[in-house]
């Protein structure tokens, strides 16, 4: 399958710094991210769809001045973690898609933020 | 609305058969998928059903009808390292993945 890399594994911040988290796709163009965040023993819940070269669709009750994501090229979509707070404390996945055609979704390895 | 149910912890025994079931509604359909995710880990792709019927891959296996809403992942000859949650996700008409709160196994031995 495809293979789509996250950057860090994870993090350790103080609070009110920003983090930024990278997601590659690696072989193929991903025309779509997806960004989630996972809470323990809580399913995967999807924050913002972004596609190449426009503005990122947020999912209600997702800050998007706090949560900045950026999807410039084909390959890479980051997500800023601005001004963060213990809160923000999560797993945060990525996952990639090629065409609207295409169904499988390919996932980051994810990214465990700490905010102390 | 979307919405995808499956139980939210099972038990089994090493060596035996485990069925996880997911029932969804969702807005247009473009297939069901199920995903295994160890703590602390991404998901990963387990398979993939969009039409009717049973998929079968090594010891896992899927099956899907579209009439009743429901799908369900089969687990044979479990292993210790089976032990992980288990996600159901349908694809709407928008070919978005919506997303059921996942099934914890425990494999007992």
């Known amino acids: 399958g495809a293979v789509v890399s996250q950057h860090p594994s994870w993090v350790i911040c103080k609070s009110g710094t920003s983090v930024k988290i990278e997601c590659r796709s690696l072989?193929?163009?991903?025309?779509?991210m997806f960004w989630y965040r996972q809470f323990p023993k809580q399913s995967l819940m999807l924050m913002a769809t972004s596609n190449e070269g426009s503005k990122a669709t947020y999912e209600q009750g997702v800050e998007k001045d706090k949560f900045l994501i950026n999807h410039a090229s084909l390959t890479l979509s980051t997500l800023t973690v601005t001004s963060a707070h213990p809160e923000d404390s999560s797993f945060y996945i990525c996952?990639?898609?090629?065409?609207?055609?295409?169904?499988?979704?390919?996932f980051g390895q994810g990214t465990r933020l700490t905010v102390v | 609305g979307q919405n995808i149910d499956q139980p939210t912890e099972m038990t089994a025994t090493e060596g035996a058969i485990v069925q996880i079931n997911c029932t969804y509604q969702t807005s247009g359909f473009n297939g069901l998928f199920w995903y295994q995710q160890h703590a602390g880990e991404a998901p990963t792709f387990l398979s993939y059903?969009?039409l009717d019927g049973l998929e079968e891959k090594g010891r896992f296996s899927s099956f899907l009808s579209r009439s009743k809403g429901y799908s369900y992942l089969l687990l044979k000859e479990l292993q210790m390292k089976d032990s992980a949650s288990y996600l159901c996700?349908?694809?709407?008409?928008?070919?978005?993945?919506?997303w059921g709160a996942g099934t914890k196994l425990i494999i007992k031995p």
């Open positions: 072989d193929f163009q991903a025309t779509t």
């Open positions: 996952s990639a898609r090629g065409g609207q055609g295409d169904t499988e979704a390919f």
């Open positions: 996700a349908a694809m709407d008409s928008n070919y978005q993945l919506i």
């Open positions: 059903n969009v």
